[in-house]
């Protein structure tokens, strides 16, 4: 049987096994298993206990659980509300006011946690009920709160980058720094698609405050302090070489427990809710890993990813051909699947190609990480479409058109990106060589 023969039927079972409400991880692992049985010939045994250890035993991979506790931690501070006050005199003369606090504020806190759902979370708790009393417009602010909240994955630390570092063995501060100017385009697009509606349409968002002075606007940077301090700690210290990603996690677990303790918000329910939600969290991804590594074995000892990446290059695609086609396969996926589960399912079959194509795995991997952050607000299966929907009390549709806009903003910068690929690779070849 053929490479792609072979690799579509490996696929086939596994879209059965997720259709049927089998755990991801489990599924992978059972997948690998028929690969080992019927196309290798090696044990399942060996091939099972290898790619355990060998997935897990990972130093860089030691970061993740840390980054996950410390916005746990921050998750139950607040911070949130700290940063909304701070943010709010300084964006009160552009057009949309307020709901550019939204995009700011979740890529400071993206900076300091790593974490979709955290990143949504943590800021609609501050921003839905203040913005609703103002009577800013619903939609706008949905809309906002969705495209911003996916800057979490994107803006170092991110737990979405340390997975695919770990599958590509790539390293991971060149990821996190790769990240920084994709995320900044982003946050930029985001702010000038809401200042250009609110110049259209002053109603969406009511020009009635007064403007801040500045006074108030100096006062507002020191409820901001805590969070520029953790910055520097988890950021700071990594790209100037004085910590590796795993101490910088660990640097930002330590502020992120002082900070709660100075907002007298450690309170002993509170660490052991952040504690136990990091493992919880952990454990999955860990999972998750572990079954990808294991169809991987499987699958290399069958000669897949080899064979395709023979095929790709026989074809004469060229990059931007196959960037485009695996853009289509991640949206497809973002449907169904989250971004952990998109990234360690394709990894083994994906990677090989991209290398046969010729193309960058570090810029591939802020690829990856805009695809998945495209994902989180793709229904039906949207984790910030999830969280905003509990926590407005709206719909998953009113949720999902609000977020339509930001959707197709995402889109453009994965193009852009394409055309000029030294907007991700200019930072780490230059900061960190």
Not at 116 to 125: G, N, S
Not at 150 to 162: E, F, Q, R, W, Y
Not at 280 to 307: C, E, H, Q, R, W
Not at 324 to 342: C, K, N, P
């Amino acid at each position: 049987m053929s490479a792609i023969a072979t690799a579509t039927l490996l696929i086939a079972i596994l879209l059965l096994l997720l259709a049927g409400g089998v755990w991801v991880g489990l599924a992978l692992s059972i997948v690998g298993g028929v690969a080992f049985v019927f196309f290798a010939n090696t044990s399942v045994i060996d091939g099972l206990s290898v790619a355990l250890w060998g997935s897990l035993d990972s130093w860089e991979l030691a970061a993740l659980p840390l980054f996950v506790w410390m916005g746990e931690i921050l998750f139950r501070t607040r911070l949130s509300e700290q940063m909304f006050s701070g943010l709010a005199p300084w964006v009160d003369r552009l057009p949309g006011r307020l709901l550019h606090v939204n995009v700011i504020a979740s890529g400071l806190f993206g900076a300091v946690c790593g974490s979709t759902a955290a990143t949504t979370a943590t800021v609609a708790k501050a921003a839905l009920p203040e913005l609703k009393r103002l009577g800013y417009d619903e939609k706008l602010t949905l809309g906002s709160l969705c495209g911003s909240g996916t800057l979490g994955i994107l803006i170092p630390p991110s737990v979405t980058m340390i997975i695919y570092a770990v599958a590509a063995q790539v390293p991971i501060v060149d990821l996190f720094a790769a990240g920084i100017v994709p995320a900044a385009i982003l946050m930029a697009g985001f702010m000038s698609w809401i200042a250009w509606r609110c110049v259209r349409d002053p109603s969406l968002a009511p020009d009635s405050a007064p403007r801040a002075g500045w006074g108030v606007r100096l006062r507002g940077l020191g409820q901001l302090l805590p969070v520029g301090v953790l910055i520097f700690f988890v950021l700071g210290l990594m790209m100037l070489g004085y910590a590796t990603a795993t101490e910088g996690a660990a640097f930002g677990v330590l502020g992120s427990l002082l900070i709660a303790a100075a907002g007298r918000s450690l309170t002993w329910q509170a660490f052991r809710d952040s504690l136990l939600g990091a493992t919880k969290v952990s454990a999955m991804i860990m999972m998750i890993i572990a079954g990808a590594a294991f169809l991987t074995k499987a699958m290399a000892y069958t000669g897949i990813p080899k064979g395709l990446a023979l095929w790709v290059s026989t074809q004469g695609f060229s990059p931007s051909m196959l960037i485009l086609a695996l853009s289509l396969v991640y949206i497809v996926l973002g449907t169904a699947l989250d971004g952990v589960s998109m990234i360690v399912l394709t990894a083994a079959v994906v990677i090989p190609m991209v290398q046969a194509a010729g193309i960058n795995l570090v810029w591939f991997g802020i690829f990856i990480v805009l695809m998945v952050e495209m994902s989180e607000i793709t229904p039906p299966v949207g984790f910030c479409l999830f969280i905003l929907q509990a926590m407005s009390g709206r719909d998953s549709n009113f949720v999902a058109m609000a977020a339509v806009p930001f959707f197709f903003i995402l889109g453009g910068a994965v193009a852009l990106i394409t055309a000029f690929p030294s907007l991700v690779l200019w930072l780490p070849q230059t900061l960190l060589r």
